[in-house]
């Protein structure tokens, strides 16, 4: 994946870790395991989801020219409120809900990038391993529901 650092690449794709083993645990796993795999995985993915804006809000603070940053950081907010909300969802709908939001938010961190505001690696990083993690999100619910 050219134009990517390396190190951002390479903890993206470890941290794929727990959505494809998260899937693989419900699928395979039984008794008690296979109810810790489907607590874990949403639990992951909105940690996740939160983990990324929280790095808009980074970016927004890095930024040494300072366009816009009062409104990126409010923006940054909203994927923990989302988190946080789809938590209390039944797990199934859990999944639906962060494998949406995932996308929903590699889009806006996309749109950020056409405006100069994110770095123009980003998108190349963000959305091979967005979908990797929304799909394993997808296939976790359809395992359980």
């Known amino acids: 994946m050219a134009g990517i650092p390396a190190m951002p690449l390479l903890l993206s ?3 794929l870790i727990p959505f494809v083993g998260g899937v693989v645990a419900i699928e395979f796993a039984e008794g008690g395991w296979k ?3 489907i607590y874990s995985l949403p639990v992951y993915g909105a940690i996740i989801l939160s983990f990324l804006g929280g790095t808009t809000w980074g970016f927004a603070l890095a930024d040494t020219q ?3 940053v009062s409104l990126r950081l409010v923006i940054a907010m909203a994927p923990s409120i989302a988190a946080w909300m789809i938590m209390f ?3 199934t709908n859990r999944m639906l809900s962060l494998a949406a939001c995932l996308v929903i938010w590699a889009a806006v961190d996309h749109l950020m ?3 100069d505001l994110l770095p123009r690696w980003y998108p190349k990083l963000r959305w091979p ?3 990797i993690a929304a ?3 997808v296939v976790g619910s359809q395992q359980i529901g």
């Open 13 to 15: 794709v470890l941290g």
């Open 35 to 37: 109810g810790w795999a």
């Open 66 to 68: 300072q366009r816009r």
């Open 89 to 91: 969802q039944p797990p």
């Open 113 to 115: 990038v056409r405006h």
């Open 129 to 131: 391993i967005t979908l």
């Open 135 to 137: 799909a394993s999100l």
